[in-house]
């Protein structure tokens, strides 16, 4: 069974809804997770925030949160998934932000690097990777580890 239809059975098991918060993946977590016909039952939507305006708008991430640790940073991602839950009022909320490249790398934070957040009624978690290649290459890396990280998170 692909990793998309094992969430969808363990979301619908519980009785949960899914919402997302993509900047560097662009909404192709999105499109992987509906791609599973049926997904309506469990998939709420998603809110792709690349900016920071669309971030502290659309999220509710707090200015001070990017100034002060960036868009790339376990206190965004968290801010991230815990506000596209309330925005979309679900359950569990799952955020991805990163550098996909080939531009914007820092040494502290190099292109490839990425966190993902995970909201849900069980707590808050956040995950650091770093991703080699191009930046599809990043993306799709990111876009399997958030799924990954969603699964690992509704089988605890």
């Not at 069974?1 to 619908?12: C, H, N, T, Y």
């Not at 662009?26 to 997770?33: A, D, E, Q, Y």
């Not at 909201?119 to 990043?138: C, H, M, N």
Request: aromatic share 6%; with cysteine.
């Amino acid at each position: 069974m692909d990793i998309e239809a094992l969430i969808g059975k363990l979301l619908l098991e519980r009785g949960w809804k899914l919402a997302v918060a993509e900047s560097c993946t662009g909404g192709l977590v999105s499109h992987r997770i509906t791609n599973i016909p049926g997904s309506s039952e469990y998939y709420q939507g998603s809110i792709t925030a690349y900016a920071y305006y669309a971030k502290e708008t659309l999220l509710g991430v707090r200015h001070e949160t990017l100034i002060d640790h960036g868009a790339v940073s376990s206190e965004t991602v968290l801010e991230m998934a815990r506000g596209v839950r309330l925005a979309l009022n679900t359950e569990v909320g799952l955020s991805v932000s990163g550098i996909a490249g080939p531009g914007g790398g820092l040494p502290q934070k190099p292109v490839g690097t990425v966190w993902i957040g995970l909201s849900t009624p069980s707590g808050d978690t956040a995950q650091k990777y770093l991703f080699s290649g191009v930046r599809i290459e990043v993306k799709n890396q990111a876009a399997e580890a958030a799924l990954q990280f969603l699964l690992q998170g509704l089988e605890e």
